[in-house]
Nanobody
């Protein structure tokens, strides 16, 4: 599976961005898809995940209620709609794919990674 993330950019605090992740491969619909982010000098952290049937999970507190993950299995796409952005959301955002049906918030459980897209939120 190859993943290509896009949609990052510079936005003012309070603004919105929609990240996209295009996937290749025949079995996309069977993967758990996730978004992670890595701010400068920090560890890569879990943001959100979505299972093949659409069930979702989000990191506690940091983005819940502001970010929405979705997927279109027919188009082999995963999206992250980010609203009410804050300067602390500034990071490189990565999409990732996990084989199997057991969800995980741990980066080491994911099998495939995209190249990342930079999101910068100005105050």
């Amino acid at each position: 599976v190859q993943l290509q993330a896009s949609g990052g950019g510079l936005v003012q605090a309070g603004g919105s961005l929609r990240l996209s992740c295009a996937a290749s491969g025949r079995t996309f619909s069977t993967y758990i898809m996730g978004w992670f982010r890595q701010a400068p000098g920090k560890e890569r952290e879990f943001v959100a995940e979505i299972r093949w049937g659409g069930r979702t999970a989000y990191s506690v507190d940091s983005v819940k209620g502001r970010f929405t993950i979705s997927r279109d299995n027919a188009k082999k796409m995963v999206y992250l709609q980010m609203n009410s952005l804050k300067p602390e959301d500034t990071a490189v955002y990565y999409c990732a794919a996990k084989i199997g049906d057991r969800p995980s918030t741990t980066r080491y459980d994911y099998d495939y990674w995209g190249q990342g897209t930079l999101v910068t939120v100005s105050s």
